[in-house]
């Protein structure tokens, strides 16, 4: 399962952990009890856990993704991973994370939006609507890549360290990681960044991040939606 992002990015889903029982199942294990078959009480369950936050049973799914986005984005994802918590409730657990490195491998691929976006009058993080002049907008975007990437080029070819070489290259260099995380951490994840002050950037990242849950573990993906009050767009 694999879903295009932004102009050269993707979310592929490798591998996952569990099944819509599983949570099921996790939790019901308190009382002795194990379930082969989906009923409609197992979905009362699962929504009483998820609306009251007894999230335990969502951490015995796992997903394993492939992931590409810009480092910027990645910036801002890598901060659902570190300071991993041991609390029962904390959303920072059950993360595995590896990324591809510049040391090792030429950095090719750089992120360029379609649309320029203008600075927010009102919140100094955040852009709204669009620059008047795309075409100048875009111009000097282009200048500035072609010459970072000539620049980082020619210092390779002069046998420069690809991991000294790579300091000049801007944030939209692409990067590569793979990320595994419970459900709950996934969820987390999703309804911070699907919404309207997050950059939009990762906001489509969020977006297929929810596209790929549905398709994962669609029965539990759904009743945390409803006990949270989304719909499948976020």
Not at 21 to 45: E, I, Y
Not at 49 to 66: D, E, I, N, T, W
Request: hydrophobic residues 40%.
């Amino acid at each position: 399962m694999k879903f295009d992002v932004l102009d050269k990015g993707f979310i592929e889903v490798v591998d996952s952990l569990g099944n819509d029982l599983t949570v099921v199942n996790s939790a019901r294990v308190s009382f002795g009890k194990r379930k082969s078959v989906w009923s409609a009480a197992d979905r009362r369950l699962v929504k009483y856990l998820a609306k009251y936050k007894h999230y335990s049973p969502f951490r015995h799914l796992q997903v394993q993704f492939h992931i590409k986005a810009p480092e910027f984005v990645m910036r801002q994802w890598y901060k659902h991973v570190v300071g991993i918590e041991t609390t029962s409730n904390s959303s920072t657990k059950d993360h595995a994370w590896n990324e591809i490195s510049g040391r090792y491998v030429e950095v090719e691929d750089f992120y360029n939006p379609k649309i320029f976006r203008k600075q927010s009058e009102d919140n100094k993080q955040a852009s709204e609507g669009a620059v008047e002049n795309q075409d100048a907008a875009k111009h000097h975007w282009q200048q500035a890549m072609f010459h970072a990437k000539e620049q980082y080029q020619k210092l390779l070819d002069m046998g420069v360290g690809k991991e000294q070489a790579r300091a000049i290259l801007p944030l939209n260099q692409y990067t590569e990681v793979y990320w595994t995380a419970s459900f709950q951490a996934v969820m987390n994840f999703i309804e911070l960044r699907n919404e309207k002050t997050s950059q939009w950037e990762i906001q489509e990242y969020a977006r297929v991040l929810l596209r790929c849950m549905y398709e994962t573990f669609p029965k539990i993906t759904e009743i945390w939606a409803e006990a949270h009050g989304w719909n499948e767009a976020g």
